[in-house]
């Protein structure tokens, strides 16, 4: 009785199951995720979990392509974009990843955020042949890796280039500096101190002192210390946000003035002011950082045309809970905004391939969102689409810029 | 004879499904399936033997970790999940002797702290774990992954459903119920309770290993906090003292923020939260307990 009823069970299963496979219809879409009225996007940022701050930049780029889509969408199609939390947890970007490429057929990923997130998905997107667009992570991976993962391509200026960019700052204006340098223990971190070395060259040899710190770490006091100890005139700090700030403070508290320099992703103006409220304006007075995108909270900018398009944006579709001043909001329009040019570039018949060869070959010299003349420029063997960026310098609670724009495009 | 009719029938409905679903569905069950088997350690340890592990997350990255070092280095995968359990068992054998010496709040905190101490530690040795970056590992089809996974779970449900009626799980259950009552029965109350630490732990680095192999991808941020205290929602939610609530509870921290998002993107974690209240106000004994009391009473009233 029970053997029997097993196998009529088995039967019936599978007689199921092979009905609705040969039901399923296949192929009813030429290109996944393009109609002639609609273009399917997807993405994934944390909406919740440690790193919800970096929220805005998928939210913005929202509200771009809100803008756009009331003006006339691209080549007469309206971009939807599904973006999804993924809490900053790889296992879970892929799953919601695999989710918008299978159910929903997505045309591409844009601006999924975080580097271990990006990593657990580009092998599965290029896998599938589904392109992995301006990644939000200046790891250079994501840009050099190209000859293996042909279908990703990242965006913002990577952190190699940005040491690069200090380093030939400092080559041409304290060729004598004694440099001390505080560094974030992972490939964030590392990246940054590999490239300032290789930048200085001969000169690499007036790093007196470099110090780490892991991200968990409480605090920086130990490390700082010990890079006041070596004597040093100039300090980089290659930390993130929290770090940074700290790092800041114990420098003006422990009486000691060097030349700070600080990477961009921790030169927000919440995390200066957070510095100095912490401690004083001799905290954050004369901090020189770089920066590629356009500062909204710099007066200078109110009249600006990009600045006024950003703000006109903001109130029209106004993504909640997010700050105008806010430096990641103008990523996220940036990046949207290339994201539409390279949709336009590619032309009415839209495929896979053709998006990845227009992101291939971007000249891009009109982004509203950059710092004025920081193009946006691809070929199929550079891939880092921002290597330009101005350095600014900190003061009376602004940045100004202090120099031209520094490229490290060869 | 019921359960044994339900349980294969469950088999072939388990075995038939990647057929008639869609791939990624498929995927999404492969890591139910690995969540039930880490759940299955905390139904042993915390359902059976009344000791308590807020950092079960911890040796679910030692098996991820271990699987990932050894399978780059060129390690079949079969050898990889057993180095897996074994080196999470040894810790949770440690763990075990730690917590001979705590009790209820003491033991949670302490293993809290360990669940907290995990993403440091592997981005400190970054030369072995490759630091925040983690490590790739080579990907497999859903299909493959899919029935490695249900089989191996089948197995070790199938082990832990023998081990826990015979004479260990009697001693177990004693020493939960009364410690002094079980060692006057001659029961080794050190051994049996690292014992449980180590299975327990074992079986959660076995569920690591698989869903470090179905992500083809391990590093410091999967091992979060957050993922200690999932798996506790899920044995909770399952059901604490049954070991198909395991089941249940893997299917629930799997689908849940999937759904939830599905609800709204924006408010997900605040959805699946209010379900998660919801669930414990009015199904406190967890799905498996309180829908298993229903049918004990039908059985009961059929006697």
Known sequence: ?410 | MVRLLGTAAFAVVVAALPAVIPQYITFELTYAAAYAIAIVGLVILIGRTGQISLGHGAFLAVGGYTLAILVTHGVPYGIGIVAAALLAGILGVALGCVALRLEGVYLALATFALATSVPAVLKRFSSLTGGATGISIPSHSEIELYYLTWGIAAALFALAYVVLRGRVGLALRALRDSELAAVSFGINPVFYKTLAFGWSAAYAGVGGALLALATAYVSPDVYSVALSLNLLVGAVIGGLQLLWGALLGGIVIEFFPLWSQAVSPALASVVYGVALILIMMFVPGGIAGTFGRRMSFIRRGHE
Not at chain 1, 255 to 261: E, F, I, T
Not at chain 1, 323 to 342: K, L, R
């Open chain 1, 1 to 410: 009785m029970s053997k029997r009823n097993t196998w009529s069970v088995t039967a019936i299963i599978t007689v199921i199951a092979l009905t609705l496979t040969l039901g399923i219809p296949t192929g009813a879409q030429s290109v996944p995720g393009v109609t002639p009225t609609q273009i399917l996007l997807g993405g994934t940022h944390p909406y919740s979990g440690p790193a919800a701050g970096y929220a805005s930049i998928g939210k913005c780029a929202l509200a771009y392509f809100a803008y756009v889509n009331d003006h006339g969408g691209v080549n007469g199609r309206k971009i939807v974009y599904e973006d999804k939390d993924d809490a900053y947890n790889p296992p879970q970007t892929l799953q919601l990843v695999r989710q918008m490429v299978e159910q929903d057929h997505v045309f591409a990923i844009f601006d999924s955020l975080g580097t271990p997130s990006n990593l657990a998905i580009r092998q599965y997107l290029n896998d599938n042949k589904v392109p992995q667009l301006y990644v939000a992570t200046g790891a250079t991976i994501f840009g050099s890796d190209y000859a293996k993962y042909p279908w990703t391509i990242g965006w913002q200026a990577n952190y190699h280039d940005e040491a690069a960019i200090f380093g030939k700052y400092l080559l041409k204006n304290a060729p004598n500096a004694k440099i001390a340098v505080l560094y974030q223990n992972d490939d964030f971190g590392q990246d940054y101190l590999d490239s300032l070395k290789a930048t200085l060259g001969p000169k690499a040899s007036q790093i007196v002192k470099a110090a780490s710190y892991e991200v968990t770490d409480p605090d920086v006091t130990s490390p700082v210390a010990s890079l006041k100890a070596s004597g040093a005139d100039t300090v980089f700090i290659f930390a993130t946000p929290k770090a940074a700030i700290q790092a800041m403070v114990t420098i003006a508290k422990m009486g000691w003035k060097p030349q700070v320099y600080l990477t961009s992703v921790s030169a927000s103006q919440a995390f200066m002011h957070a510095a100095t409220g912490a401690g004083t304006a001799a905290a954050t007075d004369g901090v020189i950082s770089a920066n590629y995108l356009k500062d909204p909270s710099d007066p200078a900018n109110a009249t600006d045309k990009g600045i006024v398009l950003y703000n006109a944006i903001l109130a029209k579709y106004p993504p909640p809970g997010v700050n105008a001043q806010d430096a990641n909001c103008v990523y996220g329009m940036g990046v949207a905004f290339t994201m539409v040019d390279t949709l336009k570039r590619t032309g009415k018949n839209l495929t896979r391939e053709a998006v990845m060869e227009a992101a291939t070959h971007l000249n891009e010299s009109d982004n509203p969102f950059l710092y004025a003349g920081v193009k946006v420029s691809t070929t199929p063997t550079d891939r880092f689409p921002i290597r330009e960026e101005v350095l600014i310098k900190y003061n009376a609670g602004a940045w100004k810029p202090i120099s031209g724009l520094i490229t490290n495009r060869y």
